[in-house]
């Protein structure tokens, strides 16, 4: 193993430039930390036109909160790079990181904020509508189409809540449950005493004009009418480049799948690696993926300065 060269090597390498990375780089940046952001500029919320929910940013467009973002990292020194994270080895004293170009940068410490994939219901009309009137999250966009007709295609059980939840921005909800598996009949009654609908008949096409969605044809030939229509695509965490590692992993709460293992800073299984936002808990919006990057970006300069410090007690005991 190579010892990273202190005349190169940065203090961070944050891999992932948006809420999450951009909040932890802008804390190492005003650190006097020496940090570079690795960004393949695909952000999540990319399908959306606007963003929700989100103080001080209301309703601004996800492309413009990261160059802002950026802006304000690189106003205390932060470097970025564009390109894409192909693997994260360990070296003495540090990590490597290689690029898909074959670019290599050594760092004392990791951040991981790389996100997640949705991996979306393969029904046809669907993807292209995604973050425009097919819709994951109420919070973020239920505002936008509240009073309409509104549409949820169950991909698990937890389609239940989301129906309950959505119920929240209108009065005129269909919940098409197939995706669910048979409706325990106390839950259909809750669902039918506050008028949601039930269809359980597959979904087999999204009816749309352009980004927007006019309805859903099931399986039995009927057409439903809405206006938008509420899924939830599976979380993929886009963390693969971290396989040598061989971190610890933990099932995520409702049967999202496998998520790196990370303490409430986002400290990994791994001294010198921690993670933050989507690519740890798929359920984190902008906010929190901002506040979990600037816990991170805190934790990650304190595990450095007392490495400092270990490194200063060594060298002054080594001395005669
Ligand atoms: C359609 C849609 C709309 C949404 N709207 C809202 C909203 O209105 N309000 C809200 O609060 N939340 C919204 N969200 C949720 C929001 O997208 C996430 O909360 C947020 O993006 C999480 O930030 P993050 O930094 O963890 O990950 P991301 O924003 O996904 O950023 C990850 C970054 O890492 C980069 N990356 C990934 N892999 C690599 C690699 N190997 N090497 C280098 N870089 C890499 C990606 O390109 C990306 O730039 C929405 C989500 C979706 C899907």
């Not at 944050?14 to 930390?33: D, F, T």
């Not at 470097?79 to 070296?91: I, P, Q, T």
């Not at 933990?250 to 690696?273: E, Y």
Request: proline share 6%; charged share 20%.
């Amino acid at each position: 193993m190579n010892t990273p060269d202190p005349t190169t090597a940065r203090d961070a390498i944050v891999i992932g430039g948006s809420a999450a990375g951009l909040s932890a780089a802008l804390l190492l940046g005003r650190a006097r930390r020496r940090v570079l952001v690795i960004d393949a500029g695909l952000p999540r919320n990319r399908f959306a036109e606007h963003m929700h929910g989100v103080l001080g940013n209301e309703g601004a467009a996800p492309a413009d909160f990261v160059r802002k973002g950026r802006e304000e990292a690189a106003g205390y020194g932060v470097e970025f790079l564009d390109g894409v994270v192909e693997s994260v080895v360990d070296v003495e004293g540090g990590l490597t990181v290689t690029l898909a170009d074959s670019r290599v940068e050594t760092a004392r410490a990791v951040v991981v904020a790389t996100g997640i994939a949705d991996e979306l219901p393969a029904v046809p009309g669907l993807a292209e509508r995604w973050g425009k009137t097919v819709l994951h999250c109420p919070y973020c966009h239920g505002w936008e189409v509240r009073g309409a007709r509104l549409g949820v295609l169950a991909t698990s059980p937890m389609a239940l809540h989301q129906a309950r939840l959505v119920r929240q921005w209108s009065d005129s909800v269909v919940l098409f449950s197939a995706g669910a598996g048979p409706i325990d009949p106390v839950d259909a009654r809750r669902l039918r005493a506050r008028n949601v609908a039930l269809v359980e008949s597959p979904v087999v096409e999204v009816l749309g004009d352009g980004a927007q969605v006019t309805g859903v044809r099931t399986a039995d030939g009927q057409v439903t009418e809405l206006d938008a229509l509420f899924t939830a695509g599976v979380p993929r965490p886009r963390d693969g480049f971290l396989a040598a590692l061989e971190l610890p992993r933990t099932d995520f709460p409702m049967g999202l799948g496998s998520f790196l293992t990370v303490d409430q800073a986002g400290k990994t299984g791994h001294a010198r690696v921690w993670a933050a936002g989507n690519v740890v808990n798929p359920m984190a919006t902008v906010p929190m993926a901002v506040g979990a990057g600037a816990l991170t970006g805190g934790a990650v300069n304190g595990a450095l300065m007392e490495e400092d410090f270990d490194l200063a007690m060594a060298d002054a005991d080594a001395r005669p």
